[in-house]
């Protein structure tokens, strides 16, 4: 396997692929093949050139430095129905306003997205605690200490984004009340994305919050 024209290769990075189910970093898949950082993102590069230029039901998603299969997002609909006893319902409305302010501005306090919804918003975060689309990460430096929020590669999966760069642009304002809007103007557009992008391998979608 030490070649990356080898058809065995391709085949060992595929078969690591799918059995993840989830993001699997380069540096794993490196170390299983015993190859170099550089020969697997070559090779996760041309298989995915592969799925695509063949217009296979499988599509390979960089997210980060890990990589993960998942479903080809023109056959959103066929599964769906495939599975539709089993589709969840989408994020409610405050929990994509929360999630946008918790991405826009992470790492940040609950007390923050609170002061720019102006209502108490801790049974939300924790709802999307459970649903691994937020993590806590550190504390802030100042009396009390009170807990960091950011999102998650699950955040990532779920709304199709290779990474936060990949979020939809949020205007420069000042005024918290138009701040608000835009924030769900931009959770709204990250709704429609979710609804059209990729379904992970052995991945659910979100539930509704």
Avoid: W
Wanted: proline share 7%.
């Amino acid at each position: 396997m030490e070649k990356l024209e080898d058809r065995e290769f391709q085949s060992a990075l595929e078969a690591i692929l799918f059995a993840a189910g989830e993001p699997i970093p380069i540096e794993r898949i490196s170390l299983a093949l015993e190859v170099d950082h550089d020969v697997v993102e070559e090779a996760c590069k041309k298989l995915a050139d592969e799925y695509s230029y063949e217009r296979r039901g499988i599509r390979l998603l960089h997210l980060g430095d890990s990589y993960q299969l998942c479903s080809a997002p023109e056959y959103a609909g066929q599964i769906r129905r495939a599975f539709e006893r089993r589709k969840p319902p989408q994020l409610s409305q405050p929990a994509l306003e929360v999630l946008s302010i918790i991405a826009y501005f992470q790492p940040t306090t609950r007390a923050y997205v609170e002061q720019v919804r102006g209502v108490d918003s801790s049974y939300t975060v924790n709802l999307l605690l459970e649903r691994g689309l937020i993590e806590e990460a550190g504390r802030l430096a100042v009396p009390g200490r009170p807990t960091l929020f950011r999102t998650t590669m699950q955040f990532l999966r779920s709304f199709n984004l290779t990474s936060l760069e990949d979020l939809p642009p949020l205007p420069q304002t000042g005024e918290e009340a138009k701040l608000s809007q835009e924030l769900q103007e931009a959770a709204q557009k990250l709704q429609a994305e979710q609804e059209e992008g990729t379904t992970p391998a052995k991945q659910s979608e979100v539930p509704q919050a």
